[in-house]
């Protein structure tokens, strides 16, 4: 019997595992109605391969599978670059950054397709519950949201299991794996299982992306990173769309063991998570496009974007993408950017990435007053004047303290 007859289309976010091939199947039957699944491309690779074919199977009346990397690249992880958008100073946000995108792909499809809700598989425990309903949220309010895992009976992976069997969904329904991964073009996490103990090392063998610092090369390899208005445009004097930076970025990363990362992070529903993560190309991007920065933008600028990026690295990883606030934030954020021109060499070494020149037309930059020799540009007199009123409260609170002792 349908659960509600108001209910005729539903748009799930379909990876092709066992829980939304459980949820699509489950869908049909509890709410006896037409199931689309929806699938993003944001740089899985051989996790699409056969997924059309196994969604059809599983009972969907539709498969889509959209092309999303380029748009994730441009649109959602070099504004996040540009923003120094980094979750508690380490986590550079890639699972945050590709939900809004995926919620935005699921919203197309729905309105095309006259749907009346959207469905995902993620839990009541996490965050990305929070970012894709903020993401229909924004784009779609009068469509409904169907959350499995908050709503239906079963506890866990073996009751999905089971569930599997009896209703014949092609599915592996093997051990459960000793962790969960979720890959993307700006990194691959790790979680879960036996990574739930925090001082427990990851197995080397767990790494996709990057080979261990120990055993990447003797020798340096040396990057020439050119940037527009805090975009990277250019590797190695070659010019580049954002998705074949990051692909640039991501194979030079890993082959120099770049980018991994273990840290317990604080997630939005309070709980304290311990997640591994490879962002080969992610990392290199942030450390050359900060240190543009620091020769193109002036003091007060870059130190108020600093004080900004916190915020801004919660806003993501909080689901914001899509609210008022982000929009302002951003905008301010595009307007720094404009004078962040210039080229960046990075030098990738054995889990290392150093800068070790940076130019710019636009450098703010001068060597005749920074130097320690003589120069014509500035008074070193002058000094005395600035010291005197800029410790002006210093002076007096101190004076006030001692003739009150």
């Not at 990574?195 to 020439?224: G, H, I, N, Q, W």
């Not at 290199?284 to 990026?309: F, G, N, P, V």
């Not at 404009?338 to 001068?366: A, E, H, P, Q």
Request: hydrophobic share 40%.
């Amino acid at each position: 019997m349908s659960k509600s007859s108001t209910i005729k289309k539903i748009v799930l976010a379909y990876s092709g595992g066992l829980d939304t091939s459980v949820i699509l199947a489950w869908l049909k039957d509890v709410y006896q109605c037409e199931v689309i699944a929806f699938c993003a491309d944001v740089g899985q690779k051989e996790e699409l391969s056969g997924l059309e074919e196994k969604g059809k199977k599983t009972g969907a009346s539709k498969v889509f599978i959209k092309d999303l990397r380029l748009e994730f690249a441009r649109d959602f992880i070099f504004p996040a670059v540009q923003g120094s958008a980094i979750y508690e100073m380490r986590y550079l946000l890639g699972t945050s950054l590709a939900r809004p995108l995926i919620a935005k792909g699921m919203v197309d499809v729905g309105l095309a397709e006259n749907a009346d809700a959207f469905s995902h598989g993620a839990t009541g425990k996490g965050n990305d519950q929070v970012r894709f309903e903020l993401g229909f949220k924004a784009l779609a309010p009068d469509l409904k949201i169907i959350a499995p895992w908050r709503i239906w009976e079963f506890k866990g992976r073996s009751d999905l299991i089971n569930y599997a069997k009896e209703k014949g969904i092609p599915v592996p329904v093997t051990a459960e794996k000793p962790y969960s991964m979720d890959r993307n073009l700006l990194h691959l996490s790790f979680e879960g299982g036996i990574l739930e103990d925090p001082y427990r090392e990851p197995d080397e063998k767990m790494f996709l992306l990057s080979v261990s610092p120990m055993k990447a090369p003797d020798e340096p390899t040396y990057l020439e990173m050119d940037f527009e208005e805090g975009n990277c445009v250019a590797i190695n004097s070659q010019r580049l769309n954002p998705l074949e930076v990051m692909e640039l970025l991501n194979d030079a990363g890993g082959k120099n063991g770049i980018g991994r990362l273990d840290i317990v992070e604080n997630r939005l529903v309070g709980i304290k998570s311990r997640g591994v993560y490879e962002t080969p190309g992610g990392t290199i991007l942030h450390i050359a496009h900060r240190d543009l920065e620091s020769i193109t933008l002036d003091r007060d600028t870059q130190h108020q974007k600093d004080d900004l990026s916190g915020e801004f690295a919660r806003l993501i990883y909080n689901g914001h993408w899509f609210s008022s606030k982000m929009k302002a934030m951003r905008a301010y954020i595009g307007e720094t950017q404009k004078s962040v021109t210039g080229t960046v060499k990075v030098k990738l070494y054995k889990g290392n990435c150093m800068v070790v020149g940076r130019k710019s037309m636009v450098s703010l930059y001068n060597p005749e007053m920074a130097t320690f020799e003589k120069d014509e540009l500035y008074n070193q007199k002058d000094a005395e004047g600035f010291i005197n009123i800029y410790g002006l409260p210093t002076r007096e609170f101190a004076r006030l303290n001692k003739k009150n002792t």
